[in-house]
């Protein structure tokens, strides 16, 4: 196992050994490091005999889910939850976070808002003290497909930087997301001096934006693990 990989599984192993609990309505992000609490979640349920209810946020968190033998349910029949797990693609030291590179973002926000706690897994390299030290990709912003270029043009206008459509890898044209929807990388140039929560309320306010990777004032904890061998916690 490489550096980094050891880094993702100590980190989720030490949050799902911190955090879940037997009985728990657990929500499932998506991402790399998550495979590796699903993994602990499962040691852990057949080890302590945990019953524990999962809902994934994604087709992949379904599937790992189901691979893992654990329950699965879904918002409408657990609407509420304990708590969610979900990895970053960057985290600040007040705990705001980037996440939508993998195109998920719509339905993970969707699932930590139900869970009263929201834990968050990671390596090393998504530990900033500001958003963009690290993660060069920008913020992902879910959008109707008619909209993309209005919605374009207008972040480019009122935010500057640079908003690009994500084209996907194994087909041709833009990446389509689980929800049928486009996905505009913002490229940012700076942290801007009003803050992210004014930046997520105005991106939201465009007519055509589903959704921000912005995660804000949601999350509770944070693991980092480290190529040392150590887990930080923020």
Known sequence: MSGVEAAKRLAARSAVDAFVKNGFKLGIGSGSTV????ERIAERARA???QLT??????QARQLIIEHGLLLSDLERTPELDLAIDGADEV???LTLIKGGGGCLLQEKIVVNAAKDFVVVADYRKNSAALGQQWKKGVPIEVLPLAYRPVQKEIESRFGGVAK?????????PLVTDNGMFIIDWEF???PAEGWTKIGMELNNIPGVVEHGLFIGCAKKAYFGNEDGTVSER
């Open 189 to 191: 140039n700076e942290a």
């Open 48 to 50: 302590e005999n945990l």
């Open 54 to 59: 999962c809902v994934p946020s994604s087709f």
């Open 92 to 94: 600040d030291d007040r």
């Open 35 to 38: 495979v590796y609490a699903v």
């Open 165 to 173: 459509l994500r084209m996907a890898k194994a087909k041709a044209g």
